[in-house]
């Protein structure tokens, strides 16, 4: 993989090519912290992996000649089937298709969606491998290349839009880079101004993505395939609370998908901004602040008490500063500064000397 930067001066990247260094070192040695453990009872946490599924956790039964179950126990049975078909035919069908096929069974999407989890769970294998897909809302743009298992060559370069996350991470191949460093934009509004501001030609080489909020499955495995492909670093840019758990998603995973824990998460992600002593040191006025939500608080508290904050003193502290001052900023708040302020200045400074924690 080539690192001949084709925007902003050679120098300018000598902070990122550092920390890519101390990636590849920690990858080499492994990571020194001590595991820790979550508070679910089929969890725990591991600062290398993420939140992951126990061997021995609780479990729950269902029986066919149960009357509290057995409609549960149809139900596990109709689509297991139907991945019997899929898998024997080599075809792939989405969660949406599945529910389609009997709609009035099934009830609601929210049934099927949670099936298939318990049976990849059950059976410890990941979703794709069921050959049942996820419909993509995600979107990635910048120096990035590649090609789809229908042999479909897939060009991200940035323009005026962005090119969907395919269903079919697994499938996808001959990825080409020559990025420094993968952005992972929480708000899809967020994105789209960056688009509209050049920032990938500006900053390049680099690729952004968006989940557009809580990321889905295939916006999860893209950036968990590009970090295992390239080892480049990963940032992403958020600021509230809903932000900071989205974060967190990328980061360590969630409890509804430990057990694909290492499929999905990226504990190399580090928190770019917006961070709240960045709204202190820009003298950002409070009338363009937002006072937090009870949500909000309620959010903040419950990450604090997460495991996986224990490793990171500096997101602690951020965090802490957050809930002390009850207010929060959009990333829009850069725009007192001036309207391209996130893209001209904002991120080209915090990269450049290494903003990030």
Same mark, same amino acid.
């Given at each position: 993989? @080539?690192?001949?930067?084709?925007?902003? &001066?050679?120098?300018?990247?000598? /902070?990122?090519?550092?920390?890519? $260094? !101390?990636?590849? %070192?920690?990858?080499?040695?492994?990571?020194?912290?001590?595991?820790?453990?979550?508070?679910?009872?089929?969890?725990?946490?591991?600062?290398?992996?993420?939140?992951?599924?126990?061997?021995?956790?609780?479990?729950?039964?269902?029986?066919?000649?149960?009357?509290?179950?057995?409609?549960?126990?149809?139900?596990?049975?109709?689509?297991?089937?139907?991945?019997?078909?899929?898998?024997?035919?080599?075809?792939?069908?989405?969660?949406?298709?599945?529910?389609?096929?009997?709609?009035?069974?099934?009830?609601?999407?929210?049934?099927?969606?949670?099936?298939?989890?318990?049976?990849?769970?059950?059976?410890?294998?990941?979703?794709?491998?069921?050959?049942?897909?996820?419909?993509?809302?995600?979107?990635? @743009?910048?120096?990035?290349?590649?090609? &789809?298992?229908?042999?479909?060559? /897939?060009?991200?370069?940035?323009? $005026? !839009?962005?090119? %969907?996350?395919?269903?079919?991470?697994?499938?996808?191949?001959?990825?080409?880079?020559?990025?420094?460093?993968?952005?992972?934009?929480?708000?899809?509004?967020?994105?789209?101004?960056?688009?509209?501001?050049?920032?990938?030609?500006?900053?390049?080489?680099?690729?952004?993505?968006?989940?557009?909020?809580?990321?889905?499955?295939?916006?999860?495995?893209?950036?968990?395939?590009?970090?295992?492909?390239?080892?480049?670093?990963?940032?992403?840019?958020?600021?509230?609370?809903?932000?900071?758990?989205?974060?967190?998603?990328?980061?360590?995973?969630?409890?509804?998908?430990?057990?694909?824990?290492?499929?999905?998460?990226?504990?190399?992600?580090?928190?770019?901004?917006?961070?709240?002593?960045?709204?202190?040191?820009?003298?950002?006025?409070?009338?363009?602040?937002?006072?937090?939500?009870?949500?909000?608080?309620?959010?903040?508290?419950?990450?604090?008490?997460?495991?996986?904050?224990?490793?990171?003193?500096?997101?602690?502290?951020?965090?802490?500063?957050?809930?002390?001052?009850?207010?929060?900023?959009?990333?829009?708040?850069?725009?007192?500064?001036?309207?391209?302020?996130?893209?001209?200045?904002?991120?080209?400074?915090?990269?450049?000397?290494?903003?990030?924690?």
């Amino acid at each position: 993989m @080539a690192f001949a930067p084709m925007g902003p &001066e050679a120098s300018f990247f000598e /902070v990122l090519d550092r920390h890519r $260094a !101390s990636l590849l %070192a920690t990858l080499r040695i492994g990571c020194g912290e001590t595991p820790g453990r979550g508070t679910h009872l089929a969890s725990r946490f591991e600062d290398s992996v993420g939140l992951q599924m126990v061997p021995h956790c609780t479990t729950r039964k269902i029986k066919s000649d149960s009357p509290k179950s057995v409609q549960k126990f149809a139900l596990i049975l109709k689509i297991l089937s139907m991945i019997y078909k899929l898998v024997q035919s080599n075809t792939y069908a989405t969660k949406r298709d599945i529910y389609y096929t009997d709609s009035q069974l099934f009830g609601n999407q929210t049934v099927v969606d949670n099936i298939i989890d318990d049976i990849s769970c059950m059976l410890k294998v990941p979703r794709r491998s069921l050959h049942i897909l996820s419909t993509s809302k995600g979107l990635i @743009a910048g120096n990035l290349r590649f090609m &789809e298992e229908d042999g479909t060559r /897939v060009n991200c370069t940035c323009g $005026a !839009s962005a090119t %969907a996350v395919p269903s079919n991470i697994q499938g996808i191949r001959n990825l080409i880079t020559d990025a420094k460093f993968l952005l992972i934009v929480e708000k899809d509004a967020t994105f789209q101004r960056l688009l509209d501001d050049n920032f990938c030609s500006k900053m390049s080489p680099c690729i952004m993505v968006t989940g557009k909020g809580i990321p889905d499955l295939n916006t999860r495995l893209l950036v968990k395939r590009l970090w295992d492909a390239f080892h480049i670093p990963v940032f992403t840019l958020d600021a509230d609370p809903h932000g900071i758990e989205i974060m967190c998603i990328y980061k360590y995973g969630s409890m509804s998908m430990s057990f694909e824990a290492h499929n999905l998460t990226v504990p190399a992600i580090r928190w770019l901004g917006l961070l709240p002593s960045d709204i202190k040191r820009l003298n950002i006025p409070k009338d363009s602040l937002i006072p937090l939500t009870k949500h909000d608080q309620m959010k903040l508290h419950s990450i604090l008490k997460r495991p996986y904050v224990n490793c990171q003193p500096f997101w602690r502290k951020e965090m802490e500063m957050m809930a002390d001052s009850k207010l929060k900023a959009e990333i829009q708040a850069l725009t007192f500064l001036s309207s391209d302020y996130l893209s001209r200045v904002y991120l080209p400074n915090k990269l450049k000397f290494g903003g990030w924690i």
